[in-house]
Each structure stands twice: as C-alpha cells, then as structure tokens.
C-alpha cells in the first residue's frame, strides 16, 4: 500500500479561512518535508520537520511520529496561497516517498 | 533564491529525437536528484548521485541516462524521446546521500509531439 497518504486531494476556500493539510504514514520517519508548488512553478520548501512544531508566519507544521501523521496548517489563507501542497517522507533511504498534493485554491 | 538552476525550462520535440536537460546547484550539496513530475503532480525519482555514485529507479526506461562532470552538475540526456516522456523533469539536491532536506530547481516541462 501507499507509504504516504495525503489529504485533502483538493480543497476550496475563501480568503481569510485556515486550512489544515495532512499526511499519513505508514512507514519509519526521520522527517517530513513540505513543499509548495505555484502552478507550473517550481516546489518550494516550506519545512523539514522530524518531529514537534514550527512556525514560519501563518504557516504551522506539526509532526507525531508516535501517531505515524504530519500536518500544515495556514491561518488567515490568502488567495496568493493557491497552488498545490506536497509533503514528502525522508525514511533515511536514498529518496523521499512524496504524497499525492493537495491542490488549494483560496478565492477572494 | 533559486539555489538549483535548470536550462531549459521548456521544450518541445518530435518522438524519437534526443533532449538534454541541464541542471547546476551552488549550495555545495554532495547529492543531486532527478524527479519526473506527470500530469496529475506525481513526483516519481529517477535518480540520484553522489560522488561518482549513481542510484537509478529500476522503473525507469534505459533511454534516460544522468551526466555528471562534477557534484554541482547533473544533467538528464534523453536518448530518444517517447509521447510518454512528455513531463516536467525536476532537478534537486540534499546535502547528505541519504536524502535530508532537497532543494528543487524551476522544472523542465518537456513535450514530446
């Protein structure tokens, strides 16, 4: 089976909601990294969390290794955070296992 | 700041021609990567290489091939294109073999007529 799953596949909000995105895994963690990618852009990444919180502006990511998920929450969404949301495991093998993205589109 | 550069970043061709992707980092990472990207935003590796060490995803055709000159340069040479191919090809780099945190380039969207 899948080694990440990610949720929601897509989601639509309007500007100033929060979203919460999330993957699963089902494999041994040594971090998640979470990208975000602008339509035909490049991915960007937003953290590399292997465990705990961080915050960077109204972005939080939370990893629990004991619970085997990994979340991304934006607070006060814009309609500049639209676009696709990638989170990708680093097992401590030659490659990250990326999830299927989460497409965002936040209308004003 | 775009630390990992790709040339081209678009380009179009007919089956059964030859394409060479270039990519170059300067964050002085040990390790490069080549990602293929489809249509539905699946990221799949293709490879990764870290001082004269090449690990290839045995799922990957053998008309796809990694060049490398030095740990900054890692450029894809497709030897002869298929409609399948038609993908953005990312480039990334890690400053450890075993993955750690990756920097991508801005993609090379390839399409193959």
């Known amino acids: 089976g899948q080694q990440v799953q990610q949720s929601p596949a897509s989601l639509v909000l309007q500007e100033g909601e929060n979203a919460e995105l999330q993957c699963n895994f089902s494999?041994?963690?040594?971090?998640m990294q979470w990208f975000y990618q602008r339509p035909g852009g490049s991915l960007v990444s937003l953290f590399y969390n292997p465990s705990g919180t961080k915050h960077s502006g109204r972005l939080t990511s939370t990893t629990v290794i004991k619970e085997r998920r990994s979340s991304l929450h934006i607070s006060s969404s814009q309609t500049t955070d639209s676009g696709t949301y990638l989170c990708?495991?680093?097992?401590?093998?030659?490659?990250?296992?990326f999830g299927s993205g989460t497409q965002l589109t936040v209308m004003p | 700041e775009t630390a990992v550069f790709q040339t081209p970043n678009y380009h179009v061709t007919q089956v059964g021609n030859e394409v060479s992707f270039n990519c170059k980092q300067t964050?002085?990472?040990?390790?490069m990567y080549w990602y293929k990207q489809d249509s539905k935003k699946l990221l799949k590796i293709m490879f990764s290489y870290n001082n004269k060490q090449l690990i290839v995803n045995e799922t990957v055709p053998r008309r796809f091939s990694p060049q490398s000159s030095d740990k900054a340069h890692l450029n894809l040479r497709i030897k002869s294109v298929e409609p399948e191919d038609s993908a953005v090809y990312l480039c990334?780099?890690?400053?450890?073999?075993?993955?750690?945190?990756?920097?991508f380039g801005e993609g090379s969207k390839l399409t193959v007529l």
């Open positions: 990334a780099s890690s400053y450890h073999r075993r993955t750690g945190q990756l920097y």
């Open positions: 990708a495991l680093d097992s401590g093998s030659w490659q990250l296992i």
């Open positions: 964050l002085g990472h040990d390790t």
């Open positions: 494999t041994s963690l040594n971090s």
